[in-house]
């Protein structure tokens, strides 16, 4: 174990949050109010605010925010196929992931994909 991480210190439960910019050390949760980690938590307006602040940003497909390069190239070639054919990409894919045995990247670009396919539809129906 790492000796920088020690579970307990700084209160119970232990929080943190584990990301490329943390690495595999993680970080802790830094506590916004004077009540008690499982308290301040189990607020959901704290915890949105948690998940939302310390999370992964998705992919936007209107403006290509936080997408990397496969991600972009993916969003383009999706943008110009119609609503349909992305329905039905998004089946496939959905299928696809029942059965789907694979790598973590594997199945975390399955998901991404899944992700992009769905905002677009979404986006098409406003």
Known sequence: MNPKFQPGVGGWPTVRYFNSETG???????QKTDKSMCDELGDMTYMRAYVEE?????????????????QSKFVA??????????NAEIARLDKM???????SDIMNWHRQRLAILRDLVKHDEL
Do not use: E
Not at 24 to 29: E, K, L, Q, T, V
Not at 77 to 86: E, L, M
Not at 97 to 103: E, S, Y
């Open 54 to 70: 310390k999370g992964i940003k998705p992919c936007n497909v209107n403006t290509l925010a936080h997408c990397n390069d496969k």
């Open 24 to 30: 595999y050390d993680g970080a802790p949760y830094n």
């Open 97 to 103: 992931g029942q059965t789907l045995v694979a790598t």
């Open 77 to 86: 070639t999706w943008k110009a196929k119609t609503g349909d054919q992305r």
